[in-house]
């Protein structure tokens, strides 16, 4: 698998937050959609998607699992009935990874995480693993989804 080592440009997004199991996360991730839509923001190379994975499912107990479902933007967020607010995923040093086929099984992030990381002599960043979500739409088949990992590490390797 081919890491990249890339500086990842502080953005500003819109961002649904996922508290609980990871089967209910397509209903919370509706939510960030349907403010898209509604606000017209499909211009996919100006408004990326992200995941920011702030627990690992495999390891967390269900009721405690987090992800925040983001969309990038220039401006702030309005008001509205969908619970979309602005955070930023911070500037930062990453170890990059793409992985092509479907989103709920993505072996791309744990070979980062389990097996390149700890080999690396690289330090983690203050930041959770994140996922841009390439392509989305309801027109990408499963097998064609293209998501890069982002791992941040921390700006200088251990010595």
Avoid at 48 to 59: E, K, L, M, Q, S
Wanted: charged letters at 25%; glycine letters at 4%; aromatic letters at 10%.
């Amino acid at each position: 698998m081919n890491i990249e080592i890339v500086d990842f440009p502080e953005t500003s997004v819109a961002v649904v937050e996922h508290y609980g199991p990871v089967e209910q996360e397509h209903k919370t991730a509706l939510k960030l959609i349907a403010w898209k839509l509604e606000n017209n923001l499909l211009d996919s190379a100006r408004h990326r998607n992200y995941g920011v994975h702030y627990t690992d499912p495999a390891t967390t107990p269900p009721e405690q699992h987090h992800v925040d479902f983001c969309l990038s933007v220039d401006e702030l967020v309005g008001a509205n009935e969908y619970d979309v607010v602005n955070k930023i995923i911070p500037a930062c040093r990453c170890a990059r990874a793409r992985d092509v086929g479907s989103r709920y099984n993505n072996p791309a992030a744990v070979f980062v995480r389990q097996e390149w990381y700890p080999a690396s002599g690289q330090r983690l960043g203050d930041f959770p693993m994140f996922f841009h979500y390439v392509n989305v739409g309801p027109d990408v088949k499963e097998d064609e989804m293209i998501t890069d990992v982002y791992l941040p590490l921390m700006s200088t390797p251990q010595r």
